[in-house]
């Protein structure tokens, strides 16, 4: 029948006493417990940790740090609160669109648009810096 679906792909990934997690929820946490993870380590000055993880062309490129092509979304250092602000305004974006695009794409079309638009952006940021640091 018609705008019936019995996939898997489209039911929450698991609940939460009433409430669905669906991947986008799941997405929304990790980042904002990567943010309260790397505050701490700021606070206990342990922020090399974090330069670590975070992009570097370079470190990429002659370092083999290849993590860093995937751990750069998870690294959101705050340097003022206008940057705290900010990263609330896309976590809300994150989870009031991210839920929409994942109910009309699906659980697994959705994790794969999101490792497209996770990995892309460093691929080719990692090939502009063949010719200059980024």
Do not use: K
């Amino acid at each position: 029948m018609f705008g019936v679906t019995t996939s898997d792909d489209y039911r929450p990934v698991a609940w939460m006493g009433r409430y669905p997690l669906d991947v986008t929820t799941m997405l929304v946490i990790s980042h904002v417990a990567a943010m309260v993870l790397g505050c701490f380590l700021l606070a206990c000055g342990w922020g090399r940790f974090l330069s670590w993880l975070m992009f570097d062309s370079q470190a990429v490129l002659h370092g083999h740090a290849y993590h860093q092509l995937l751990t750069y979304a998870f690294v959101h250092p705050p340097s003022s609160p206008s940057d705290l602000i900010w990263f609330a305004v896309e976590m809300y974006m994150l989870f009031a669109f991210g839920r929409e695009v994942e109910r009309f794409l699906g659980r697994n079309a959705f994790l794969c648009l999101y490792g497209i638009l996770l990995i892309g952006p460093s691929l080719v940021l990692t090939i502009w810096g063949l010719n200059q640091p980024v």
